[in-house]
């Protein structure tokens, strides 16, 4: 099955702009999604087809692909960003075809 | 405003099977379909299946094929997931999302979870 590899954990500091990478073999074939998930709570989604957004997520949340990485960029980074961030894809090669990255815990420093 | 609310915490049994329901409110969900992706304790996602409300077709991971059961009730848009043959890697919080039938890529609202323990 197709694999998604997250770092497990990112610290930034309020204020400052951090990077979550989601790595898979040619992933810039595929369309990357990005969920966030706080403690105890459901997963919401925050970007989809790589930097678009659905309606009530701030515009500090953007995404982008390059090569065989996918980036998630939160920018003016706030405490109420601290959560465990998932990459997805679509994969119809795969079982699953729904890929979940492996997560990233985000650290708000 | 669409929602997905899912049914309280269960406690069963290895061997038994627990039966999880997600009903929805404010869409019809015939343009979407219904998934079920799990998390066990301290763990990452995990999609499992995911079925058409309209035509009641479904499509598994291959890991759960066999287990899992989804049913649809039009009179009630409630979602029902089945999972038979539990054991104790079953324990998980269990969520219902959505996917768009035309753009199925994406999950844009999940349900609050369903805590589901397998316990002797």
């Known amino acids: 099955s197709y694999v998604l590899t997250q770092p497990p954990s990112v610290s930034v500091a309020p204020g400052n702009t951090a990077s979550i990478t989601c790595g898979g073999e040619n992933i810039g074939s595929e369309t990357v999604h990005w969920y966030r998930q706080r403690p105890g709570q459901a997963p919401v989604l925050v970007t989809y087809y790589d930097d678009a957004r659905p309606s009530g997520i701030p515009d500090r949340f953007s995404g982008s692909r390059s090569g065989n990485t996918a980036t998630l960029t939160i920018t003016r980074v706030e405490a109420g960003d601290e959560a465990d961030y998932y990459c997805q894809v679509w994969d119809s090669d795969s079982d699953p075809s729904y890929v979940f990255g492996t997560g990233t815990k985000f650290t708000v420093l | 405003q669409v929602l997905l609310l899912q049914s309280g915490p269960e406690v069963t049994k290895p061997g038994a099977s627990v039966k999880v329901s997600c009903k929805a409110s404010?869409?019809?969900?015939?343009?979407?379909?219904v998934h079920w992706v799990r998390q066990a304790p301290g763990q990452g996602l995990e999609w499992m299946a995911r079925?058409?409300?309209?035509?009641?077709?479904?499509y598994f991971a291959q890991k759960f094929q066999g287990r899992v059961t989804m049913a649809w009730d039009t009179s009630t848009n409630t979602a029902y997931m089945q999972l038979s043959r539990l054991t104790f890697d079953d324990t998980a919080m269990y969520y219902c999302?959505?996917?768009?039938?035309?753009?199925?890529?994406?999950?844009?609202?999940w349900g609050q979870g369903t805590q589901v323990t397998v316990s002797s």
């Open positions: 999302t959505r996917s768009s039938l035309r753009d199925w890529y994406y999950f844009d609202i």
């Open positions: 404010g869409d019809r969900f015939t343009t979407h379909y």
């Open positions: 079925i058409n409300p309209s035509h009641g077709d479904t």
